[in-house]
């Protein structure tokens, strides 16, 4: 018979839990009109806890496009669409803050990656700071009248694509892909904005071309022009 304690001894005291490590910090390019606006906020973000604001010019290097305008112009939109298209596989997060957006901006705001809203005027730096790290997350903020705005488009969008694929014989996503050849995209700009590889996006093409007994893109393009399609 064994008696005693085993031969394995006792185990050692256990340290003190060890701490999660930090989350990375929510890396920021900041956009204003001017620079006054741009080094005020790049400041006070650069004292909040979980935020490194960088220079406009680094954002390839940034998780959150923060932008600060007193009114969303063609110029703003123009630089927001800048986000994507640049080999990028969707478009960077963007936070603006503004006096005020009309509908018609808003929805090319969304289409360039706008998840959040702030109205100037009502907002502080700390719900600002708030925002960037819920879009990085993946969360928005939007008032209600611009969500409830986005869903009642988005519905009419989606019944007039299928209005247009039962008359002109065009796949919705074939539209998509027709549409941005019009704009002069070429296919591998197309296949960044719709997150596809290069390959599927020239099948795409290929197939209403041999479906619908044409010769080239060219009068892909051409035949939904005709038929309404773009």
Same mark, same amino acid.
């Given at each position: 018979?064994? @008696? ?9 005291? =256990? ?27 790049? =400041? ?7 935020? @490194?604001? @960088? ?15 007193? #009114? ?38 969304? /289409?360039?990656? +706008? ?29 209600g009248p611009m969500i409830r705005h986005l869903i009642s488009e988005m519905r009419a969008r989606r019944q007039s694509m299928d209005d247009i694929s039962g008359r002109t014989g065009l796949q919705a996503r074939e ?7 019009? #704009?002069? +995209? /070429?296919? &591998? #700009?197309?296949?960044?904005?719709? &997150?596809?590889? /290069?390959? @599927? ?14 010769? &080239? ?11 309404? =399609?773009?």
């Open positions: 018979m064994i @008696t005693g304690t085993s031969g394995l001894g006792h185990a050692p005291p =256990a340290g003190p839990p060890q701490e999660a490590p930090p989350a990375p910090a929510c890396i920021v390019a900041v956009h204003a009109a001017d620079r006054v606006t741009a080094d005020g906020a790049s =400041a006070w973000l650069q004292a909040s806890p979980g935020i @490194t604001p @960088t220079d406009a010019s680094q954002w390839r290097d940034a998780d959150v496009s923060l932008f600060i305008a007193s #009114e969303v112009t063609d110029v703003l939109l123009h630089a927001m669409r800048g986000r994507i298209g640049c080999g990028e596989d969707v478009a960077q997060p963007i936070v603006l803050v503004a006096h005020s957006i009309t509908d018609r901006q808003l929805l090319t705001a969304v /289409d360039y990656g +706008l998840v959040s809203f702030l109205i100037r005027d009502t907002v502080g730096l700390r719900e600002i700071a708030d925002a960037l790290i819920e879009a990085k997350s993946g969360k928005s903020q939007l008032p539209i998509q892909v027709l549409r941005m050849l019009a #704009e002069g +995209l /070429d296919t &591998n #700009e197309i296949a960044s904005r719709l &997150n596809y590889s /290069d390959r @599927t996006i020239k099948g795409i093409i290929h197939d209403v071309v041999k479906r619908l007994g044409l010769r &080239n893109r060219i009068q892909a393009v051409a035949y939904g022009l005709r038929t309404g =399609a773009l």
